[in-house]
């Protein structure tokens, strides 16, 4: 019997195929084991969280996945989501800008309202932004890259809307 290159091509597909398989149900049998771990692990925490016990140091061991970084090795804490009374805060932020007669960059205005009112947010932006449309006669422009807030007022006004005022009356 000879072999010609097709039945040969065929052999090499056949047990390609059959190692294909094989590592799937290797993978397979690695992920669930990887998984009965973590259960392990879920369970031990939530053990140790029913008895109340404090959380135990554990000396740094080396991580087995460089992409896997805690937020204590970063030092970098996610803020917790907090609601806010926008209406409130939106008569806040008039007020600070009434007092300061010129317009504010949203990153003092941030400061300004953690060290006088103790407000903080998890995202300064939304949250400012959300709470001035709250209240009429505070409008927000850019310069470069930073956002500012200024209150309406006819000599305040940035130069993009003056440009667009003027269009307005000439037609």
């Known amino acids: 019997m000879n072999f010609t290159e097709r039945q040969a091509l065929e052999i090499t597909l056949k047990s ?3 190692q294909r398989v094989n590592l799937r149900k290797q993978y397979v049998d690695q992920d669930k084991a990887i998984g ?3 259960k392990e692990t879920l369970k031990r925490i939530r053990e140790l969280d029913e008895k109340g016990t404090a959380l135990e140091v554990i000396p740094n061991e080396l ?3 460089p992409m ?3 937020q204590q090795e970063t030092g970098r804490v996610r803020k917790q989501y907090t609601r806010h009374a926008y209406e409130e805060l939106a008569q806040i932020i008039k007020e600070i800008l009434a007092e300061s007669q010129q317009p504010i960059s949203l990153q003092n205005l941030t400061e300004i309202l953690k060290q006088s009112h103790g407000i903080e947010f998890s995202n300064p932006y939304l949250g400012i932004n959300k709470a ?3 209240v009429q006669g505070i409008t927000s422009f850019k310069d470069g890259r930073k956002l500012y807030f200024q209150l309406n007022c006819n ?8 440009k667009s005022d ?3 009356d000439g037609n």
Not at 155 to 162: F, I, K, L
Request: proline share 4%; no cysteine; net charge negative.
């Open 16 to 18: 390609l195929l059959e």
């Open 68 to 70: 896997e970084v805690s």
């Open 36 to 38: 009965r771990e973590i």
């Open 155 to 162: 000599e305040q006004q940035p130069v993009e809307e003056d």
């Open 63 to 65: 991580n087995t996945n």
């Open 132 to 134: 001035v449309n709250h």
């Open 166 to 168: 003027e269009e307005m």
